[in-house]
């Protein structure tokens, strides 16, 4: 069914008719990475995986919280995790004693094991499907974040709670009512689980490596190199990190600042020797080669092209701002002051706001957005001309799809009820009812309805375009504009209606994407059920503990100097993004008339943008031009801002390392090791950045070494933000 996009796009899926009569996935890439066999009597809900994965989860989630409020910051990822319960699962299955115990027959007279044998994949990939759901940083803390520090809106530890717990599973309900859809025909693909699928059948087919190093001997090194190294560009000689040489020798030179800066710089310098510049935006070694060329290739267009030109032409009056930064300004270039423009009961004050000052965006945040209104036509464009055929296949045979060999072996297990599904959804959505009518929130029910009602609009359409390509449609501008015009000058409710609606899509396309993992590996789908809800319900509650937790007791949290880098770099884009579509609102902000008004045009540009590509290598099938994915290139440059130049330029640098050179020279390396180096860097980074912040950063004020290595990059027009042009007295003209 995929061969003709292996043709004319961007993933390269050939449909095998033969592979049919083998009892096997009619795709040879599920085939090369998924096992066709299954032993129905395999140990699953173990003690040890609930110990195992829970710890992991835990921690795990903690910490990702912790650095979600660092810039820059290291990430602990499902595979990392997946790695590192490895090592502990055979340990356990080595020292835990292999008697069996009996409950009191009052109790259910039930038996169980600390031992039940073998460390085996299924308990392995339920960690991993626990890890996947809970530990990354929920949508929701932005929102709660920037309701105190920017809206003095102070809420509880519970208010909290529950709001992460309600966006958290509410996406839970949806993701198993359309599990028929997007989990059980051989054709939903899901390319990202092929990764991990292979990494456990590697670990767990073969126990005894054979000569060389073993891979955990070699995680271990890369490991312990990792943790003792940041320690340098962490701590003793920061200017490795903020490693922006050339603006050191030209401190005052604002443009060269600008251009090859780190700190609100485009990053031309490429160099840094710190993991947590080079993996902000995700480790390089996971992404294809194909995707970070695509990647980068859209970062130099626009942030190292058009965004200068834009920016030495004063486009929008940019230049009298900085160029990278992820605060929106006032006319007189300071930080835009909301409580100005908002009334006693915080909402917008039209007459303060035509006395004080208009919004204006840093020059990359201007671009984001432009961005943005090209992405959201040209994904649609692009899936229809690109995935339209497989789309309509998928539809149409979403029925009579013959199941493949391992939607065959998954019948061996008792499948999970819809109703307990759809009782979930309706659960959490209550749940989410009682949080903004108990908290005086100003979100009307109504409000949340439509925002639920659009991740289940766009559930099976961003569905199968992620289960085919890799690729999901986002509901983030939608969920601004929408909220923003029928809730106008209320940031509170556009940030909930957003954190609910975009969080609940996302979610449950994390969901299904481990029911389909649970179903390759074929793990009993209410085991599935329980470890997903399970860990996502007991994480949220330890990451909102965490972040109370330091706003509670780290100094100066979120400001821009704060001295373990704390300073809150996605809360302020979260910030931006509620000041300039719930407060000041997209009529006044992009309406006709308004500063940023050309660039609506870009919706008209994305629309057409993959047309010119889909007709040449119709013409053309072996040019290289069909392997061009122009949402890719639109949509890889997301994470700017917060994220500064160095982190893609870096990014790309080591890359080209790992997934170019060492991939093309030593290919066995590279299978073998190239995913646990990924692991053992971020592994190791994230320790020693704990340990130095917990030892010497934290307590009673904490310990800094004060010289030229921790200050040059601090006395530089980077590190200061200066801006081109200075604001003349009374501020840009209007």
């Known amino acids: 069914m995929l061969e003709q996009d292996s043709r004319d796009g961007s993933i390269k899926m050939e449909f ?121 940083t929920p949508y929701a803390l932005n929102a709660i974040v920037v309701s105190q520090m920017n809206y003095n809106f102070q809420v509880d530890y519970w208010f909290s709670a529950l709001l992460v717990v309600a966006t958290q599973l509410t996406g839970f309900g949806l993701a198993g009512i359309c599990r028929r859809f997007l989990v059980q025909p051989p054709s939903m693909v899901w390319p990202q689980n092929l990764v991990t699928c292979t990494l456990l059948n590697t670990l767990h087919a073969e126990e005894e490596e054979q000569g060389g190093i073993s891979r955990y001997r070699y995680f271990l090194y890369v490991l312990s190199g990792a943790f003792f190294f940041w320690f340098i560009p962490g701590y003793l000689f920061q200017a490795l990190s903020v490693f922006s040489w050339i603006c050191w ?39 294809p080669w194909w995707a970070e060329v695509h990647i980068f290739f859209g970062f130099v267009l626009f942030f190292w092209i058009i965004t200068p030109l834009m920016y030495y032409t004063n486009t929008w009056d940019l230049a009298y701002f900085p160029l990278n930064d992820d605060n929106p300004y006032d006319r007189y270039g300071d930080v835009y002051n909301v409580s100005r423009v908002l009334d006693s009961q915080g909402r917008f004050n039209q007459t303060a706001y035509n006395e004080y000052s208009r919004l204006y965006l840093p020059a990359t945040y201007a671009m984001t957005y432009l961005l943005a209104f090209a992405l959201s036509t040209c994904v649609l464009v692009h899936t229809i001309l690109y995935h339209g055929r497989s789309l309509w296949n998928g539809v149409k045979r979403i029925r009579v799809e013959q199941d493949d060999i391992h939607a065959k072996l998954m019948r061996n297990y008792a499948e999970v009820p819809d109703w307990w599904y759809l009782i979930s959804f309706i659960v959490f959505f209550l749940v989410m009812v009682a949080v903004v009518e108990v908290w005086d929130t100003s979100v009307p029910v109504w409000a949340l309805l439509l925002s639920v009602f659009l991740p289940c609009l766009y559930l099976l359409p961003s569905g199968f375009i992620f289960a085919m390509t890799g690729q999901g449609i986002s509901l983030n501008l939608l969920a601004q504009i929408i909220p923003g015009t029928l809730l106008a ?73 704060q001295a373990s880098s704390l300073t809150c770099p996605h809360n302020s884009v979260y910030f931006t993004a509620s000041a300039v579509w719930g407060l000041i609102g997209p009529t006044r902000q992009f309406g006709k008339g308004a ?44 994470y700017i801002p917060p994220a500064a130049g160095i982190n893609y330029s870096a990014w790309f640098a080591t890359g080209f390392v790992f997934q170019y050179l060492i991939r093309k020279k030593n290919f066995a390396w590279w299978s073998k090791f190239n995913y646990v180096t990924s692991a053992a860097l971020d592994s190791g980074t994230v320790l020693s950045a704990l340990v130095v912040f917990f030892t010497l950063q934290f307590p009673n004020g904490g310990v800094y070494i004060n010289w030229w290595g921790n200050t040059v990059y601090q006395n530089t027009a980077d590190y200061s933000r200066l801006a081109l042009k200075k604001i003349p007295p009374g501020g840009v003209p209007l």
């Open 249 to 287: 020798i030209v401190p005052n030179n604002i443009p060269v600042n600008q251009l090859f800066g780190i700190s609100s710089g485009l990053g031309m310098s490429i160099l840094t020797f710190d993991w947590t510049q080079i993996a902000w935006i995700g480790s390089p070694l996971m992404y």
């Open 16 to 136: 095998d008719f033969d592979a049919i009569n083998e009892e096997d996935s009619p795709f040879p890439e599920v085939r090369a990475s998924v096992s066709n066999i299954d032993d129905p009597n395999m140990p699953v809900m173990t003690i040890r995986m609930w110990i195992i994965g829970l710890l992991l989860c835990m921690v795990g989630g903690a910490m990702n919280v912790f650095f979600n409020f660092r810039q820059p910051a290291a990430n602990i990822s499902p595979l990392a995790l997946l790695i590192i319960s490895y090592p502990i699962g055979k340990f356990f299955a080595f020292a835990l004693p292999i008697s069996i115990y009996r409950v009191p027959r009052w109790l259910g007279g039930f038996e169980f094991s600390l031992n039940p044998g073998p460390w085996n994949i299924k308990e392995h990939v339920l960690v991993y499907i626990m890890a996947n759901v809970a530990v990354g």
């Open 489 to 561: 000058g209320n940031p509170i409710a556009n940030m909930i209606f957003k954190g609910y609606s975009v969080q609940t899509l996302s979610e449950a396309m994390s969901f299904v994407q481990d029911l389909k993992l649970g179903h390759y590996i074929k793990v009993p789908p209410r085991a599935t059920f329980v470890v997903q809800a399970v860990g996502t319900f007991m994480a949220a509650f330890v990451q909102v503990g965490t972040k109370q937790w330091l706003f509670d007791n780290v100094k100066d949290i979120c400001s821009p100097d």
């Open 595 to 638: 500063l940023y008004y050309p660039e609506l045009y870009a919706i008209i540009v994305g629309a057409f943008l993959p047309v010119p590509f889909w007709l040449w290598q119709r013409r053309y099938p072996n040019s290289w031009v069909k392997f061009v994915s122009t949402p890719v290139v639109l949509n890889g440059v997301w």
